[in-house]
Protein backbone atom coordinates (compact mmCIF):
# COMPACT_ATOMS: atom_id res chain seq x y z
CA UNK A 1 0.00 0.00 0.00
CA UNK A 2 1.92 3.06 -1.13
CA UNK A 3 1.64 6.62 1.05
CA UNK A 4 -0.97 7.95 -1.38
CA UNK A 5 -3.09 4.50 -1.10
CA UNK A 6 -3.49 5.18 2.28
CA UNK A 7 -4.44 8.91 2.34
CA UNK A 8 -7.19 7.42 0.37
CA UNK A 9 -8.23 5.11 2.99
CA UNK A 10 -10.69 5.87 5.40
CA UNK A 11 -9.57 5.32 8.82
CA UNK A 12 -11.36 1.96 10.09
CA UNK A 13 -9.69 0.64 6.51
CA UNK A 14 -5.99 1.62 7.96
CA UNK A 15 -6.59 -0.14 11.26
CA UNK A 16 -5.83 -3.60 9.68
CA UNK A 17 -2.79 -2.24 8.35
CA UNK A 18 -1.51 -1.34 11.61
CA UNK A 19 -2.55 -4.58 12.89
CA UNK A 20 -0.23 -5.80 10.58
CA UNK A 21 2.68 -3.35 11.85
CA UNK A 22 2.75 -1.30 9.12
CA UNK A 23 4.42 1.80 10.13
CA UNK A 24 2.93 3.98 7.29
CA UNK A 25 -0.89 3.34 8.50
CA UNK A 26 0.23 4.21 11.99
CA UNK A 27 1.45 6.84 10.59
CA UNK A 28 -1.26 8.21 8.47
CA UNK A 29 -3.89 7.87 11.94
CA UNK A 30 -1.10 10.58 13.89
CA UNK A 31 -1.05 12.54 11.05
CA UNK A 32 -4.88 12.68 10.97
CA UNK A 33 -5.72 12.71 14.91
CA UNK A 34 -2.58 13.55 16.84
CA UNK A 35 -3.36 16.83 17.07
CA UNK A 36 -7.18 16.02 18.30
CA UNK A 37 -5.86 13.60 21.08
CA UNK A 38 -3.00 15.94 22.57
CA UNK A 39 -5.37 19.22 22.45
CA UNK A 40 -8.30 16.86 24.09
CA UNK A 41 -5.15 15.71 26.86
CA UNK A 42 -4.10 18.94 27.14
CA UNK A 43 -7.43 20.33 27.76
CA UNK A 44 -8.02 17.68 30.19
CA UNK A 45 -4.53 18.35 32.25
CA UNK A 46 -3.46 21.37 31.22
CA UNK A 47 -0.08 20.31 31.15
CA UNK A 48 2.00 20.34 27.68
CA UNK A 49 4.42 17.79 28.91
CA UNK A 50 1.95 15.55 30.73
CA UNK A 51 -0.22 15.60 27.27
CA UNK A 52 2.50 14.45 25.65
CA UNK A 53 3.05 11.64 27.54
CA UNK A 54 -1.12 10.91 27.01
CA UNK A 55 -0.62 10.91 23.57
CA UNK A 56 2.10 8.68 23.30
CA UNK A 57 0.79 6.33 25.28
CA UNK A 58 -2.78 6.39 23.60
CA UNK A 59 -0.92 6.11 20.31
CA UNK A 60 1.27 3.17 21.40
CA UNK A 61 -1.67 1.71 22.41
CA UNK A 62 -3.41 1.98 19.41
CA UNK A 63 -0.16 0.35 17.63
CA UNK A 64 0.04 -2.46 20.07
CA UNK A 65 -3.50 -3.08 20.84
CA UNK A 66 -5.08 -1.74 17.87
CA UNK A 67 -7.15 -5.27 17.71
CA UNK A 68 -9.00 -4.40 20.29
CA UNK A 69 -10.54 -1.93 18.19
CA UNK A 70 -14.31 -2.85 16.91
CA UNK A 71 -15.42 -0.75 13.95
CA UNK A 72 -18.76 -1.97 14.94
CA UNK A 73 -19.06 -0.11 18.30
CA UNK A 74 -17.99 3.45 16.84
CA UNK A 75 -14.76 5.38 14.58
CA UNK A 76 -11.28 4.79 14.90
CA UNK A 77 -11.21 8.62 16.36
CA UNK A 78 -13.84 8.44 19.25
CA UNK A 79 -11.81 4.91 19.66
CA UNK A 80 -8.79 6.71 20.05
CA UNK A 81 -10.08 9.84 21.92
CA UNK A 82 -11.83 7.39 24.46
CA UNK A 83 -8.25 6.04 25.60
CA UNK A 84 -6.40 9.52 25.31
CA UNK A 85 -9.68 10.52 27.76
CA UNK A 86 -9.03 7.72 30.40
CA UNK A 87 -5.57 8.05 30.28
CA UNK A 88 -5.72 11.87 31.14
CA UNK A 89 -8.59 11.21 33.96
CA UNK A 90 -6.27 8.46 35.10
CA UNK A 91 -3.85 10.79 35.87
CA UNK A 92 -6.50 13.78 37.14
CA UNK A 93 -7.19 11.49 39.50
CA UNK A 94 -3.38 10.40 40.16
CA UNK A 95 -2.08 13.73 40.63
CA UNK A 96 -5.68 15.47 41.66
CA UNK A 97 -4.49 18.10 38.56
CA UNK A 98 -7.72 20.96 38.44
CA UNK A 99 -8.32 21.13 34.85
CA UNK A 100 -8.08 24.92 32.91
CA UNK A 101 -11.43 26.28 32.27
CA UNK A 102 -12.89 25.57 29.41
CA UNK A 103 -12.41 27.94 26.22
CA UNK A 104 -14.12 27.71 23.67
CA UNK A 105 -12.30 29.18 20.27
CA UNK A 106 -13.94 30.45 17.22
CA UNK A 107 -11.91 28.58 14.84
CA UNK A 108 -9.76 25.47 14.90
CA UNK A 109 -6.24 25.66 13.26
CA UNK A 110 -5.33 24.62 10.38
CA UNK A 111 -4.90 21.07 9.85
CA UNK A 112 -2.65 19.01 7.46
CA UNK A 113 -5.13 16.67 5.96
CA UNK A 114 -4.34 14.81 2.72
CA UNK A 115 -6.25 16.66 -0.30
CA UNK A 116 -7.85 13.32 -0.67
CA UNK A 117 -8.79 13.47 3.14
CA UNK A 118 -10.26 17.15 3.07
CA UNK A 119 -13.98 15.75 2.61
CA UNK A 120 -14.41 13.91 5.73
CA UNK A 121 -11.86 16.62 7.42
CA UNK A 122 -14.54 19.42 6.22
CA UNK A 123 -17.27 18.10 7.82
CA UNK A 124 -15.75 17.02 10.90
CA UNK A 125 -14.65 20.54 10.82
CA UNK A 126 -18.09 21.84 10.34
CA UNK A 127 -19.53 19.63 13.28
CA UNK A 128 -16.98 20.85 15.19
CA UNK A 129 -17.93 24.62 14.79
CA UNK A 130 -21.34 23.60 15.13
CA UNK A 131 -20.30 21.91 18.79
CA UNK A 132 -19.25 24.79 19.67
CA UNK A 133 -21.77 27.54 18.39
CA UNK A 134 -24.24 24.86 20.39
CA UNK A 135 -22.06 25.01 23.69
CA UNK A 136 -21.20 28.69 23.47
CA UNK A 137 -25.38 29.18 24.09
CA UNK A 138 -25.90 26.88 26.66
CA UNK A 139 -26.85 27.95 30.15
CA UNK A 140 -23.66 28.24 32.49
CA UNK A 141 -25.06 25.99 35.26
CA UNK A 142 -25.39 23.05 32.29
CA UNK A 143 -22.51 23.39 30.57
CA UNK A 144 -20.68 23.35 33.77
CA UNK A 145 -21.84 19.68 34.45
CA UNK A 146 -20.95 18.64 31.25
CA UNK A 147 -17.57 20.04 31.60
CA UNK A 148 -16.93 18.66 35.28
CA UNK A 149 -17.83 14.92 33.76
CA UNK A 150 -16.43 14.60 30.49
CA UNK A 151 -13.25 17.04 30.59
CA UNK A 152 -12.85 16.51 34.45
CA UNK A 153 -13.47 12.78 34.63
CA UNK A 154 -15.87 13.69 37.74
CA UNK A 155 -18.87 11.47 38.54
CA UNK A 156 -22.04 12.78 38.97
CA UNK A 157 -21.84 12.41 42.74
CA UNK A 158 -18.81 13.55 43.04
CA UNK A 159 -19.72 16.72 41.16
CA UNK A 160 -23.11 16.68 43.18
CA UNK A 161 -20.44 17.17 45.74
CA UNK A 162 -18.30 19.61 44.36
CA UNK A 163 -21.23 22.07 43.37
CA UNK A 164 -23.07 21.36 46.51
CA UNK A 165 -26.12 20.49 45.02
CA UNK A 166 -28.37 17.71 44.79
CA UNK A 167 -27.75 14.28 42.55
CA UNK A 168 -31.11 14.73 40.98
CA UNK A 169 -29.95 18.10 39.77
CA UNK A 170 -26.84 17.69 38.30
CA UNK A 171 -28.05 14.73 36.33
CA UNK A 172 -31.12 16.94 35.23
CA UNK A 173 -28.72 19.21 33.83
CA UNK A 174 -26.50 17.26 31.97
CA UNK A 175 -29.60 15.32 30.25
CA UNK A 176 -30.87 18.94 29.42
CA UNK A 177 -27.71 20.17 28.60
CA UNK A 178 -26.54 17.15 26.24
CA UNK A 179 -30.43 17.35 24.50
CA UNK A 180 -30.04 21.21 23.83
CA UNK A 181 -26.57 20.13 22.11
CA UNK A 182 -27.78 17.32 20.08
CA UNK A 183 -30.99 19.02 18.54
CA UNK A 184 -28.79 21.67 17.86
CA UNK A 185 -26.63 19.72 15.60
CA UNK A 186 -29.55 17.78 14.10
CA UNK A 187 -31.17 21.14 13.18
CA UNK A 188 -28.02 22.72 11.99
CA UNK A 189 -26.29 19.53 9.96
CA UNK B 1 -40.08 -2.85 34.47
CA UNK B 2 -41.40 -0.73 36.31
CA UNK B 3 -42.22 2.86 34.51
CA UNK B 4 -40.32 4.94 37.21
CA UNK B 5 -37.29 2.50 36.91
CA UNK B 6 -37.10 3.42 33.22
CA UNK B 7 -37.17 6.91 33.85
CA UNK B 8 -34.04 6.63 36.09
CA UNK B 9 -32.17 5.05 32.79
CA UNK B 10 -33.42 7.80 30.59
CA UNK B 11 -32.40 10.49 33.24
CA UNK B 12 -28.80 8.86 33.74
CA UNK B 13 -28.43 8.68 29.76
CA UNK B 14 -26.34 12.07 29.53
CA UNK B 15 -24.29 10.82 32.55
CA UNK B 16 -23.67 7.60 31.32
CA UNK B 17 -22.35 9.30 27.88
CA UNK B 18 -20.35 11.48 29.85
CA UNK B 19 -18.76 8.46 31.80
CA UNK B 20 -20.03 10.20 34.97
CA UNK B 21 -21.31 7.25 36.37
CA UNK B 22 -19.18 4.76 38.21
CA UNK B 23 -18.38 1.62 37.43
CA UNK B 24 -21.35 -0.46 38.89
CA UNK B 25 -23.69 1.67 37.80
CA UNK B 26 -22.13 1.70 34.23
CA UNK B 27 -22.85 -2.00 34.41
CA UNK B 28 -26.15 -1.85 35.68
CA UNK B 29 -27.23 0.23 32.56
CA UNK B 30 -25.76 -1.60 29.59
CA UNK B 31 -27.50 -4.40 30.98
CA UNK B 32 -30.79 -2.47 30.87
CA UNK B 33 -29.91 -0.99 27.35
CA UNK B 34 -29.40 -4.67 26.14
CA UNK B 35 -33.04 -4.93 26.80
CA UNK B 36 -34.18 -1.74 26.20
CA UNK B 37 -35.16 -0.59 22.56
CA UNK B 38 -36.69 2.88 23.36
CA UNK B 39 -33.08 3.57 25.66
CA UNK B 40 -30.96 2.31 22.84
CA UNK B 41 -32.59 4.93 20.16
CA UNK B 42 -32.34 7.61 22.63
CA UNK B 43 -28.40 6.39 23.45
CA UNK B 44 -27.69 6.17 19.46
CA UNK B 45 -29.13 9.74 19.09
CA UNK B 46 -27.61 11.49 21.88
CA UNK B 47 -24.23 9.77 21.49
CA UNK B 48 -23.37 11.43 18.42
CA UNK B 49 -23.24 14.62 20.19
CA UNK B 50 -21.45 13.39 23.09
CA UNK B 51 -18.37 12.49 20.44
CA UNK B 52 -18.49 15.86 18.71
CA UNK B 53 -17.01 17.18 22.56
CA UNK B 54 -13.52 16.37 22.28
CA UNK B 55 -13.54 18.67 18.80
CA UNK B 56 -15.18 21.66 20.83
CA UNK B 57 -11.51 21.89 22.62
CA UNK B 58 -8.94 24.51 21.27
CA UNK B 59 -7.09 22.81 18.92
CA UNK B 60 -3.07 22.88 19.50
CA UNK B 61 -0.47 21.35 17.44
CA UNK B 62 1.57 18.82 19.15
CA UNK B 63 5.56 19.09 19.55
CA UNK B 64 7.11 17.94 16.22
CA UNK B 65 9.22 15.48 18.59
CA UNK B 66 6.16 13.56 19.15
CA UNK B 67 5.66 12.41 16.38
CA UNK B 68 9.67 11.95 15.66
CA UNK B 69 9.14 9.58 18.67
CA UNK B 70 6.41 7.75 18.34
CA UNK B 71 7.88 6.94 14.46
CA UNK B 72 10.90 6.12 16.12
CA UNK B 73 9.44 3.49 18.73
CA UNK B 74 6.86 2.46 15.94
CA UNK B 75 9.86 1.85 13.48
CA UNK B 76 11.78 -0.23 15.81
CA UNK B 77 9.16 -2.46 16.72
CA UNK B 78 8.11 -3.13 13.21
CA UNK B 79 11.99 -3.61 12.67
CA UNK B 80 12.34 -6.00 15.91
CA UNK B 81 9.32 -8.06 14.74
CA UNK B 82 10.67 -8.92 11.04
CA UNK B 83 14.43 -8.45 11.20
CA UNK B 84 15.23 -11.63 12.84
CA UNK B 85 13.20 -13.75 9.80
CA UNK B 86 16.04 -12.21 7.69
CA UNK B 87 18.97 -12.36 9.57
CA UNK B 88 21.45 -14.53 7.91
CA UNK B 89 22.01 -17.80 8.97
CA UNK B 90 24.99 -17.60 11.43
CA UNK B 91 23.21 -14.79 13.53
CA UNK B 92 19.81 -16.94 13.57
CA UNK B 93 22.35 -20.13 15.24
CA UNK B 94 23.94 -17.90 17.99
CA UNK B 95 20.57 -15.73 18.47
CA UNK B 96 18.92 -19.67 18.91
CA UNK B 97 21.63 -20.73 21.59
CA UNK B 98 21.72 -17.29 23.32
CA UNK B 99 17.68 -18.05 23.59
CA UNK B 100 17.21 -21.52 24.64
CA UNK B 101 16.14 -21.64 28.13
CA UNK B 102 19.29 -21.86 29.91
CA UNK B 103 19.51 -25.09 32.40
CA UNK B 104 23.01 -24.10 33.64
CA UNK B 105 23.49 -20.25 34.28
CA UNK B 106 27.06 -20.84 34.08
CA UNK B 107 27.01 -22.24 30.23
CA UNK B 108 24.98 -19.12 29.53
CA UNK B 109 27.47 -16.97 30.98
CA UNK B 110 30.17 -18.48 29.09
CA UNK B 111 28.51 -18.56 25.78
CA UNK B 112 27.89 -15.14 26.30
CA UNK B 113 31.05 -14.19 27.24
CA UNK B 114 32.46 -15.66 24.48
CA UNK B 115 29.95 -13.95 22.48
CA UNK B 116 31.14 -10.39 23.51
CA UNK B 117 32.94 -8.60 20.90
CA UNK B 118 32.38 -11.45 18.40
CA UNK B 119 31.60 -9.96 14.99
CA UNK B 120 29.17 -11.90 12.13
CA UNK B 121 29.72 -10.32 9.02
CA UNK B 122 26.14 -10.98 7.56
CA UNK B 123 25.32 -11.59 3.30
CA UNK B 124 24.20 -8.02 3.56
CA UNK B 125 27.31 -6.69 4.92
CA UNK B 126 26.04 -5.90 8.56
CA UNK B 127 28.05 -5.91 11.11
CA UNK B 128 26.27 -7.63 14.31
CA UNK B 129 28.18 -8.35 17.63
CA UNK B 130 26.56 -10.05 20.52
CA UNK B 131 26.86 -7.86 24.02
CA UNK B 132 26.52 -9.77 27.08
CA UNK B 133 23.40 -8.23 29.11
CA UNK B 134 23.98 -8.22 33.05
CA UNK B 135 20.74 -8.64 35.72
CA UNK B 136 21.41 -6.13 38.20
CA UNK B 137 20.72 -6.08 42.41
CA UNK B 138 16.77 -5.00 41.50
CA UNK B 139 16.04 -8.17 39.35
CA UNK B 140 18.78 -10.75 39.72
CA UNK B 141 16.62 -13.24 37.86
CA UNK B 142 16.52 -11.09 34.55
CA UNK B 143 18.22 -12.48 31.46
CA UNK B 144 18.51 -11.06 28.24
CA UNK B 145 20.82 -10.38 25.32
CA UNK B 146 21.74 -7.97 22.84
CA UNK B 147 22.51 -7.80 19.70
CA UNK B 148 24.49 -4.92 18.10
CA UNK B 149 23.75 -3.92 14.58
CA UNK B 150 25.39 -1.27 13.07
CA UNK B 151 22.36 1.13 12.79
CA UNK B 152 20.82 0.13 16.39
CA UNK B 153 20.47 -2.83 18.39
CA UNK B 154 18.03 -5.04 19.32
CA UNK B 155 17.17 -6.76 23.19
CA UNK B 156 15.90 -10.21 23.35
CA UNK B 157 14.54 -10.40 26.51
CA UNK B 158 14.28 -13.97 27.90
CA UNK B 159 13.20 -13.19 31.74
CA UNK B 160 11.87 -10.07 33.12
CA UNK B 161 8.80 -10.41 35.37
CA UNK B 162 5.87 -9.02 33.78
CA UNK B 163 5.24 -5.18 34.09
CA UNK B 164 2.90 -3.93 36.45
CA UNK B 165 -0.66 -2.64 35.20
CA UNK B 166 0.30 0.85 33.94
CA UNK B 167 3.83 0.33 33.71
CA UNK B 168 6.05 -0.58 30.38
CA UNK B 169 9.90 -1.24 30.31
CA UNK B 170 12.22 1.60 28.74
CA UNK B 171 15.77 1.25 27.42
CA UNK B 172 17.69 3.95 28.29
CA UNK B 173 21.08 4.66 26.52
CA UNK B 174 24.23 6.52 28.74
CA UNK B 175 26.06 8.38 26.05
CA UNK B 176 28.96 10.36 27.25
CA UNK B 177 27.27 12.02 30.67
CA UNK B 178 23.92 12.25 28.89
CA UNK B 179 21.04 9.18 29.88
CA UNK B 180 18.70 9.22 27.02
CA UNK B 181 15.68 8.05 26.82
CA UNK B 182 14.93 5.08 24.25
CA UNK B 183 12.25 2.36 23.29
CA UNK B 184 9.65 1.25 25.08
CA UNK B 185 8.55 -2.18 25.67
CA UNK B 186 6.50 -4.94 27.49
CA UNK B 187 7.32 -8.25 28.06
CA UNK B 188 4.81 -11.28 27.20
CA UNK B 189 3.17 -13.38 30.46
CA UNK B 190 6.27 -15.76 30.05
CA UNK B 191 8.85 -13.09 30.84
CA UNK B 192 9.98 -12.98 27.29
CA UNK B 193 10.06 -9.67 24.89
CA UNK B 194 11.84 -8.14 22.81
CA UNK B 195 13.12 -3.99 22.04
CA UNK B 196 14.54 -3.00 18.92
CA UNK B 197 17.00 -0.05 19.53
CA UNK B 198 16.89 2.60 16.59
CA UNK B 199 19.41 5.30 15.90
CA UNK B 200 22.60 3.33 16.15
CA UNK B 201 24.78 2.66 18.81
CA UNK B 202 27.86 5.00 18.26
CA UNK B 203 29.11 6.92 21.38
CA UNK B 204 26.85 4.56 23.72
CA UNK B 205 28.82 3.08 26.76
CA UNK B 206 25.97 1.53 28.41
CA UNK B 207 22.34 0.56 27.76
CA UNK B 208 19.73 -0.02 30.46
CA UNK B 209 16.19 -0.93 31.27
CA UNK B 210 14.14 0.08 34.25
CA UNK B 211 10.90 -0.03 34.86
CA UNK B 212 8.85 2.83 33.69
CA UNK B 213 5.03 4.20 33.85
CA UNK B 214 3.41 3.71 30.71
CA UNK B 215 4.17 6.22 27.85
CA UNK B 216 7.55 6.45 29.45
CA UNK B 217 9.69 8.78 31.24
CA UNK B 218 12.60 11.40 30.28
CA UNK B 219 14.53 10.49 33.12
CA UNK B 220 14.44 6.83 35.13
CA UNK B 221 12.21 6.96 37.99
CA UNK B 222 13.19 3.76 39.42
CA UNK B 223 16.27 1.23 39.23
CA UNK B 224 17.39 -0.50 36.70
CA UNK B 225 16.99 -4.16 35.93
CA UNK B 226 19.29 -5.48 32.87
CA UNK B 227 22.46 -3.61 32.12
CA UNK B 228 24.79 -4.27 29.21
CA UNK B 229 28.22 -2.35 28.89
CA UNK B 230 29.39 -1.54 24.99
Known amino acids: ?189 | MAAGEHRRYEEELAAYLLGALTAPEVEQYRAHLEGCASCQAEERWLRAAVELLPSSVEQIEPPPSLRKRLMDTVRADAAGETRPHSQPSAVRRWRALLLRPATALATVAVVVAALAGYLIRGDDGARTSAVPVQATAAEPGARATLVRYERGGLLRIERLPVQRRGRVYQVWLLRGKRLEPSSLFAVRKDGSGAAAIPGGLGGVQVVMVSEEPAGGSSKPTTQPVLRASL
Do not use: C
Not at chain 1, 7 to 22: C, G, S, W
Open chain 1, 1 to 189: VTTKDLHRLADEDVMPLVDRRDPAAFETLYDRHGGAAFSLAYRMVGDRAKAEDITQDAFLSLWRSGARYDRTRGSVRTWLLGIVRNRAIDLLRHDLLEAPRMSFHPEPRSERASAEYTDAEALRREAARQVRGALSVLPADQMRVIELAYFGGLTHSEIAETLGMPLGTVKGRMRLGMEKIRTQLAEAL
